[in-house]
């Protein structure tokens, strides 16, 4: 069992962030510290959102560690460049040689940011990142943190191979973010959903069978998978598989229709 110190915000509709975090790491058998960066009514994708803002997230985390070591900490939605600079001031305070830290870089998707970001959230991204030991951004994320253009590769989506076209275009991306891992997270390739794996010098592809609806927080639990796996031991490899089955399978098994709310991973938790 390991500690994981957890900065996400938590959300009353969405099925995401915070509750994909606790759930998944509980399950693999991992104790959770959470530090809500926000609370939101719902997440960003709902028109109406509101949200109220953790202005004490700095002391809360060193309140917990004060009391309990961190063995990991994970680092996900966080609001705006003021509270994410928070945290990347933690983790550098209490960060030793033994501690891992995941990253995932929650910033936009198809090319956009998400509307309560800017582009200051994106360098404070970048300077928490390069400290990461392993990363999983999408590959809207993995352009901001790379500086490719991302309209340039997705106008390459429907030709053979686009999966590891995206892996050339990203080539170096780990010097370039200064992260040690990273999983670069569903990339579009017609009827199916690629991942792609970069562990060191080695790049590799996990893919598995896209849904006909593109659910809101498959990243949170998809990235929830990779970290408590890769502390049980697991390789990144392995980790990406078992992430990407989870999270397809639980979105195969979700009736509703309204992408917003989530999918209903909670049923496969024993599967893991």
């Given at each position: 069992?390991?500690?994981?110190?957890?900065?996400?915000?938590?959300?009353?509709?969405?099925?995401?962030?915070?509750?994909a975090n606790i759930s998944v790491f509980s399950r693999l058998g991992h104790y959770c510290m959470p530090v809500p960066t926000a609370c939101y009514s719902c997440h960003t994708g709902f028109d109406n959102f509101t949200a109220v803002k953790?202005?004490?997230?700095?002391?809360?985390a060193r309140r917990i560690c004060a009391n309990a070591k961190a063995d990991a900490f994970y680092v996900g939605f966080c609001n705006d460049t003021a509270t994410l600079q928070g945290v990347q001031t933690v983790v550098t305070d209490i960060l030793c040689k033994d501690t891992y830290l995941f990253v995932d870089p929650i910033m936009g998707d198809n090319g956009r940011l998400y509307p309560v970001f800017d582009d200051g959230y994106v360098s404070a991204m970048k300077a928490v990142v390069r400290q990461a030991d392993c990363i999983t951004p999408n590959l809207t994320e993995a352009c901001l943190l790379a500086d490719v253009d991302y309209g340039e590769i997705v106008s390459h989506e429907n030709e053979p191979s686009y999966l590891k076209y995206c892996a050339d275009k990203l080539c170096g991306f780990l010097n370039k973010v200064g992260s040690k891992q990273a999983v670069i997270t569903g990339v579009r390739c017609g009827g199916l959903l690629g991942n792609i794996v970069l562990d060191g010098s080695q790049t590799s592809f996990?893919?598995?069978?896209?849904?006909?609806?593109?659910f809101s927080g498959t990243g949170d639990a998809f990235s929830s998978v990779v970290l408590g796996e890769l502390l049980n031991g697991v390789s990144l490899k392995r980790a990406a598989v078992i992430a990407a089955q989870f999270v397809g399978n639980a979105a195969k098994l979700t009736k509703r229709t309204d992408r917003r709310f989530g999918v209903d991973f909670c049923k496969l938790l024993d599967t893991l």
């Open positions: 069992m390991q500690n994981i110190l957890i900065f996400n915000d938590i959300s009353g509709l969405g099925n995401n962030s915070m509750v953790n202005n004490d997230t700095v002391d809360f996990v893919t598995n069978e896209r849904t006909d609806v593109d």
